[in-house]
Every structure is written in structure tokens, then in C-alpha cells.
T-cell receptor, first 113, second 115 residues
Framework: GENVEQHPSTLSVQEGDSAVIKCTYSDSASNYFPWYKQELGKRPQLIIDIRSNVGEKKDQRIAVTLNKTAKHFSLHITETQPEDSAVYFCAASGGTGRRALTFGSGTRLQVQP | GAGVSQSPSNKVTEKGKDVELRCDPISGHTALYWYRQSLGQGLEFLIYFQGNSAPDKSGLPSDRFSAERTGGSVSTLTIQRTQQEDSAVYLC?????????????FGPGTRLLVL
């Protein structure tokens, strides 16, 4: 089955700096890659996703890039703000028509004011 | 509109007891998923329902775990003879069920503690 690895496990940046979180996946048939943000004690919420026919997608300060050949994808947050502090999860699905998401282990992002 | 809801929000039980966790998906969503999140860990897939199709049970960790979805809406996850390692947050999600690349909307979770 699919295996998703995520790095780093923790990331601390100064407000205004950029943050990058990287994930690799094992199933070359996976074709959908969402990113979820989970604030302390709250439910995961989708912040951006990318499909395998696209190499990059941007939404304001957030961007995701996908390298299908290398089987890795990354989340980029620019001009970080304290409210960006949360745990971020990458996920993958779609291999052999599978809809269930396989998640990475999460990255705890701390933005220092 | 209303999001995914789950009950109870917290459940404390003794080892060996059975528990039932409930999920109400977003109205009109035909796909429903259960995931488990252990402390400080990522989310682990448990089971997936899509309409009237046979559920994908490939993520259930043991035969003590089962789930039902009645009338294509509400789902119940049952854990029999609970063990301490079952302690986790159990999250339910739903999606429209029309395609593979769909946003999954999560509920607030049920925090289960097995003593």
C-alpha cells in the first residue's frame, strides 16, 4: 500500500519568513495530494490540494509543488504569520482508485512573532 | 450549512468494555471515512463507505473493530473489548462521493481513553 513520509517533524520560523514542508510517497499510481492544517484541539481542515496533472498550485501565501518523477511534493508558506502556527499534514490517494487518504506524520509549525 | 458532527466528543471506558462512536456526515455526502489519530501522530485510515457499495475495511486494525452505515447517512464505529492501545482520537470525514479527487471534510473527533 501507499506510504507517505513527511519532514521536518517540527519547524520554527520567524514571522515574515518562509516555511517549507516536504513529503514523499511510495505509490506511483497516487494522483491526489491534499494538505491539511490542524490547530490544537481542532479538526483537520484542507488548505490546498494538487492533482497529478499539475506541477504547481498557488493560493495567496500558500503554494504546493509536485514532482511525479521523484514522487515528492512540498508545501510552501510565504510571509508567515503567528496564526499559521499549527500542525500540517500531507496526504496522498488515488492509487488503484483508492479514495482513502494516506497521511504523513505531520509537521508542527511554530511562527515566532 | 452544518458540517460533519461526531458524538460523544469524549469517551472514557475501562479495558474490556465495548464502545460505540457516532458520525453524522454532511447532508448529501455519499462517501464517509473513519480515521484514527494517536497522540502526536498522523491520521490512520480505518474504513470507507461509498453509497450502497461494500465498504473498504482494509484499514481496520483487528476484528474487534467494525462499522456500519445505516440508510446511507449516519455511521457507527464499534470497538469491542477495548484495549489501552485503542486510546486515540477517532475522526470521521465525508465527501460528495462523485469522484476520486474530492475534499474530505472532517468532524471534530471523539477522544477515546481506555483505562
Amino acid at each position: 500500500g501507499e506510504n507517505v513520509e513527511q519532514h521536518p517533524s517540527t519547524l520554527s520560523v520567524q514571522e515574515g519568513d518562509s516555511a517549507v514542508i516536504k513529503c514523499t510517497y511510495s505509490d506511483s499510481a497516487s494522483n491526489y495530494f491534499p494538505w491539511y492544517k490542524q490547530e490544537l484541539g481542532k479538526r483537520p481542515q484542507l488548505i490546498i490540494d494538487i492533482r497529478s496533472n499539475v506541477g504547481e498550485k498557488k493560493d495567496q501565501r500558500i503554494a504546493v509543488t509536485l514532482n511525479k518523477t521523484a514522487k515528492h511534493f512540498s508545501l510552501h508558506i510565504t510571509e508567515t504569520q503567528p496564526e499559521d502556527s499549527a500542525v500540517y499534514f500531507c496526504a496522498a490517494s488515488g492509487g488503484t482508485g483508492r479514495r482513502a487518504l494516506t497521511f504523513g506524520s505531520g509537521t508542527r509549525l511554530q511562527v515566532q512573532p | 450549512g452544518a458540517g460533519v458532527s461526531q458524538s460523544p466528543s469524549n469517551k472514557v471506558t475501562e479495558k474490556g468494555k465495548d464502545v460505540e462512536l457516532r458520525c453524522d456526515p454532511i447532508s448529501g455526502h455519499t462517501a464517509l471515512y473513519w480515521y484514527r489519530q494517536s497522540l502526536g501522530q498522523g491520521l490512520e485510515f480505518l474504513i470507507y463507505f461509498q453509497g450502497n457499495s461494500a465498504p473498504d475495511k482494509s484499514g481496520l486494525p483487528s476484528d474487534r473493530f467494525s462499522a456500519e452505515r445505516t440508510g446511507g447517512s449516519v455511521s457507527t464505529l464499534t470497538i469491542q473489548r477495548t484495549q489501552q492501545e485503542d486510546s486515540a482520537v477517532y475522526l470521521c470525514a465525508s465527501s460528495l462521493g462523485r469522484g476520486i479527487h474530492e475534499t474530505q471534510y472532517f468532524g471534530p473527533g471523539t477522544r477515546l481513553l481506555v483505562l
